[in-house]
């Protein structure tokens, strides 16, 4: 069964940057029909997709956050990877690491915990 | 960057009705890359539907969807009292791009 699980800081000051791991377990990161992404919600709001990596390392950023989002895989940890830079407020959300299907029928099967992130000082 | 359209945004309903989502997309979708979730406070969104029609596994049959084009539907035949929740459908664009709706609330009459 594959799982997946976030980690990281769960307080981050404003102008920081946010960094979370996710790490992926019961299957290999490195399966070509899979991209692996983030998607974050702020509270009591809807879902946002923040970005999306394969394991070659190629990316898709939503273009809204673009200018402030890497995302980054290390294929021997199993592992792919969220900095999102110069963070305010509006930041604030539950961040979900996620395995999107990417060959027909498409679709995000599976689904980290979550994570909250708040941003304050 | 196409733009997912859910209505009603709350829909109340009591336990054995037939609910009726909608998700209208701002141009055309491919049914391959139409995708519903449900998603319970505190919880991860789980898949319900992929393929437009398709249910995931262990998905109960009460959950079907249908639609093409830039309209799509989500309905739960006789409602549960687990069913309410909110709906979230969800599209890819040229390569792994993602969108989703802005969700529905399903809530209890």
């Known amino acids: 069964q594959l799982q997946l699980q976030e980690s990281g800081p769960g307080l981050v000051k404003p102008s920081e940057t946010l960094s979370l791991t996710c790490t992926v377990s019961?299957?290999?990161?490195?399966?070509?029909?899979?991209?692996w992404g983030w998607i974050r919600q702020p509270p009591g709001k809807g879902l946002e997709w923040i970005g999306s990596?394969?394991?070659?390392?190629?990316?898709y950023y939503n273009p809204s956050l673009k200018s402030r989002v890497t995302i980054s895989v290390d294929t021997s940890k199993n592992q792919f990877s969220l900095k999102l830079s110069s963070v305010t407020a509006a930041d604030t959300a539950v961040y979900y690491c996620?395995?999107?299907?990417?060959?027909?029928?498409?679709?995000?099967?599976?689904w980290g915990q979550g994570t909250l992130v708040t941003v304050s000082s | 960057e196409i733009v997912l359209t859910q209505s009603p945004g709350t829909l109340s309903l009591s336990p054995g009705e037939r609910a009726t989502l909608s998700c209208r997309a701002s141009?055309?979708?491919?049914?391959?890359?139409l995708a519903w979730y449900q998603q319970k406070p505190g919880q991860a969104p789980r898949l319900l539907i992929y393929?437009?029609?398709s249910r995931a596994t262990g998905i109960p049959d009460r959950f079907s969807g249908s639609g093409s084009g830039t309209d799509f539907t989500l309905t739960i035949s006789r409602l549960e009292p687990e069913d309410f929740a909110v709906y979230y459908c969800?599209?890819?664009?040229?390569?792994?791009?993602?969108?989703f709706g802005q969700g529905t609330r399903l809530e209890i009459k």
């Open positions: 996620a395995r999107l299907r990417v060959v027909v029928p498409a679709a995000i099967d599976y």
């Open positions: 019961g299957g290999s990161i490195s399966s070509s029909s899979y991209y």
């Open positions: 990596i394969y394991y070659s390392g190629s990316t």
């Open positions: 141009q055309s979708v491919s049914s391959s890359y």
């Open positions: 393929g437009a029609s």
């Open positions: 969800q599209q890819y664009g040229s390569s792994p791009r993602v969108t």
